[in-house]
């Protein structure tokens, strides 16, 4: 097959440039030792890009301008070559509509309340005065670049001031979620495969430092597998086979996600991940 990989803008990588650059080389090697002629651009060359030749087109871009360009300059197609695709990469970009995608698919997530400048769109529980503090915000204009993107609220007075920063800033869309203590789980896998990895979030690299909000894991017991099913489900509504996502475990093994995101940097397990994200690929 003709391959094309599609690389991620330092912007959308921060504090992990290296790894998502580590991973997407290492699909490439992987596809290329198979026998597949692999061509990689940066997202910055996607929009005016020829995508005839080629017979998949694997991508870790982000850039939401550039996407919406291809998506909309592109036939059916074109665009079926896409892995992830065009489509579920945007949703991605917008955790209000991870979030609600969720609630559709009837996946475990914490009780949430989605908001567009000062006026409520949806709230999970019906009545918006069920959601307070502690909760989180999170920008859902886009992917989360920096660390004021996604606040920790323990009190009001601390939702009234990350609320009136992220208006400063012009943010549209937005999404407070209801803090759950538990273990904080990050979690790896390829739908359509039997891959599936997790690790505690303490054990690995921090994007923004958010994870010690949850503290040292107590070890409380899960069904991984249960995980891996909920994560998939929303994989294929979204046509997002290569994920990534955080999870949150109660001490009675009840489980909740709590975040899913588009080809991560699988940092924790690149080798393995990288042979099941070229087979995906060439499904």
């Not at 330092?10 to 080389?25: E, Q």
């Not at 990534?244 to 475990?249: E, F, N, P, S």
Request: glycine share 8%.
């Amino acid at each position: 097959m003709n391959i094309l990989g599609i690389s991620r803008g330092l912007m959308f990588s921060p504090n992990l440039a290296g790894n998502d650059a580590a991973i997407f080389m290492a699909v490439s090697d992987e596809l290329s030792a198979q026998g597949h002629i692999v061509q990689t651009i940066h997202e910055d060359e996607m929009v005016a890009f020829d995508y005839t030749p080629y017979d998949r087109v694997f991508t870790m871009a982000r850039d939401i301008f550039a996407l919406v360009s291809l998506e909309q300059s592109t036939d059916e197609d074109t665009q079926a070559k896409f892995i992830n695709s065009i489509r579920g990469i945007l949703t991605c970009t917008n955790k209000a509509a991870v979030a609600a995608d969720m609630m559709e698919s009837g996946i475990p997530q914490p009780e949430f309340m989605i908001g567009e400048k000062r006026n409520i769109l949806i709230c999970s529980t019906g009545n918006k005065n069920d959601i307070c503090p502690p909760v989180w915000l999170k920008n859902c204009d886009g992917s989360a670049t920096c660390a004021n993107d996604i606040v920790f609220c323990p009190t009001k007075k601390d939702f009234d001031t990350a609320f009136q920063k992220l208006e400063k800033r012009n943010v549209n869309l937005w999404i407070v979620q209801k803090h759950l203590q538990g273990d904080l789980v990050k979690f790896y896998g390829v739908e359509g495969t039997d891959f599936f990895h997790w690790n505690y979030a303490s054990r690995g690299h921090s994007k923004f430092g958010l994870e010690k909000v949850n503290g040292k894991e107590k070890g409380f017991s899960f069904d991984a597998k249960r995980i891996k099913y909920y994560a998939d489900l929303i994989a294929k509504k979204i046509n997002v086979p290569i994920y990534g996502g955080d999870v949150i475990i109660g001490e009675d093994g009840q489980f909740w996600l709590i975040d899913f995101n588009d080809f991560p940097s699988f940092s924790i397990c690149t080798e393995e991940a990288a042979k099941y994200i070229a087979k995906r690929i060439i499904q």
